[in-house]
């Protein structure tokens, strides 16, 4: 399958390397893609990768995944025109995070909306499942914990969209949990502060949950 990325941070690039790693073809998006620094690292994954503008990404992928800091997200889809996610599924990896100068970060949304409800509205046409959010991106692939494998979260309005996105998380050796429409979002976003928050605190960042049965 092809994968268009759009966000080249740590989580675009973690799961640029795990699609990679499972055989797609990945095209990232970025504000700069002439950067020597992204280009070295697509050279170093191999020609399964390469780096173009947010549009070019969106272009290639059957498949996007939003990886964007939350403060540039709007601007990111803008740049990329959402009329080409028409259709595709798109995996919002984001949290709606504010984050003030000498300030832990804190939700922007939350109780009445979420972060994904708020990208569904600005991809109407667009599949939009709400996953990875929940975890480090350093763990987002093939993850080595005790009591793995654990469970990662997802939610959409799109059933066919959220049985994709649980196999891909599958794939990467996680147990998924559908969670139901893109609402379940408001829950899982304020899950994945606790999860930084417990980071802060305690600088322990290998973790992930797991939904005891």
């Not at 173009?52 to 990404?57: E, L, Q, S, V």
């Not at 997802?154 to 990467?172: H, M, P, Q, S, Y």
Request: hydrophobic share 45%.
């Amino acid at each position: 399958m092809k994968i268009g990325i759009l966000g080249s941070g740590n989580v675009g690039q973690q799961l640029a390397r795990a699609f990679v790693s499972e055989g797609h073809d990945v095209k990232l998006g970025t504000r700069e893609p002439s950067k020597p620094e992204l280009q070295s690292w697509a050279t170093s994954l191999g020609p399964k990768v390469s780096v173009g503008m947010f549009g070019d990404a969106a272009l290639f992928g059957e498949l996007i995944v939003l990886a964007t800091a939350w403060s540039g997200t709007e601007n990111a889809l803008w740049l990329a025109d959402v009329k080409l996610m028409a259709g595709k599924v798109v995996i919002d990896a984001t949290n709606p995070l504010a984050v003030a100068p000498g300030s832990a970060p804190q939700l922007a949304l939350g109780f009445t909306d979420s972060g994904g409800e708020q990208v569904q509205r600005w991809i109407p046409s667009g599949k939009v499942v709400k996953c990875f959010n929940t975890v480090g991106a350093a763990l987002m692939y093939k993850p080595q914990l005790a009591g793995s494998p654990p469970d990662m979260f997802l939610c959409g309005n799109d059933a066919a969209a959220r049985k994709t996105v649980a196999g891909i998380c599958e794939a990467f050796g996680w147990v998924a949990v559908d969670c139901g429409g893109i609402e379940a979002a408001r829950l899982l976003e304020p899950l994945a502060m606790l999860w930084i928050d417990d980071g802060i605190r305690t600088g322990r960042w290998a973790k992930a949950w797991k939904m005891l049965r």
